[in-house]
């Protein structure tokens, strides 16, 4: 069964940093792009960024572009979302997300975890 | 501000039929790229609908259906369920800005 757990949500001051996590299991993660996307309170969904299955190929939403950067590590099936010059905007709920192979649909989905800009 | 338009909501009695619309662009659907559809019940994660325009993941119903022409696709529900009652959301990518892009999302409502 494929799993997709996300972790290092939490309160953070705007301006703050945060690193998200991912952990996959259930399928072959290095065979994957993989993607984050989010959801502000009561919004709709925004995706985020996504990577090749090697790291040669990122790409960002213009919003988070120069502030996130997605990374993997597939020793350890784990996909990573570094946040910083955080906003309140960025206050949403970032899921990671399994890609589908040339068609770009998110076959799986975790949870998520919240992120909230606050003082 | 999302690059693909649906519907705030649509509503109907169980049993009837439903169509959520995606309009896009030429920059998105209009130059081909693939539309996918999912399905968000309230408080859980987005769950893959249709892929591919019209092709549903094994498990779901074939209640469900997707279409694309144009620069627009469509999503319709047949004999509406209380369970469908949800939240839907397009899917494609858009050339113009090198990004995917979600639709702003529809909320369906069993009469």
């Known amino acids: 069964e494929v799993q997709l757990v996300e972790s290092g949500g939490g309160l953070v001051q705007p301006g703050g940093s945060l690193r998200l996590s991912c952990a996959a299991s259930g399928f072959s993660f290095s065979s994957y792009w993989m993607s984050w996307v989010r959801q502000a309170p009561g ?3 925004e995706w985020v960024a996504n990577i090749k299955q090697d790291e040669s190929e990122k790409y960002y939403v213009d919003s988070v572009k120069g502030r996130f950067t997605i990374s993997r590590d597939n020793a350890k099936n784990s ?5 910083h010059s955080l906003r309140a905007e960025d206050t949403a709920v970032y899921y990671c997300a399994r890609e589908r192979p040339i068609h770009g649909d998110l076959i799986n989905w975790g949870r998520g975890t ?5 003082s | 501000q999302s690059v693909l338009t649906q519907p705030p909501s649509v509503s109907g009695a169980p049993g009837q039929r439903v169509t959520i619309s995606c309009t896009g662009s030429s920059s998105n659907i209009g130059a081909g790229y693939d539309v996918h559809w999912y399905q968000q019940l309230p408080g859980t994660a987005p769950k893959l609908l249709i892929y591919f325009n019209t092709n549903r993941p094994s498990g779901v119903p ?3 259906s997707g279409s694309k022409s ?3 696709a469509s999503l319709a529900i ?8 949800a939240d839907y959301y397009c899917q494609s990518y858009d050339s113009n800005l090198s990004a995917y892009v979600f639709g ?3 909320k369906v409502t069993v009469l």
Not at chain 2, 78 to 85: I, R, V
């Open chain 2, 70 to 72: 144009g620069t627009s």
């Open chain 1, 114 to 118: 919240l992120v909230t800009v606050s």
């Open chain 1, 43 to 45: 919004e709709g969904l």
């Open chain 2, 104 to 106: 702003t999302g529809t």
């Open chain 2, 78 to 85: 047949t004999g509406l369920q209380a369970e469908d009652e």
């Open chain 2, 62 to 64: 074939d209640r469900f």
């Open chain 1, 79 to 83: 996909l990573y979302l570094q946040m």
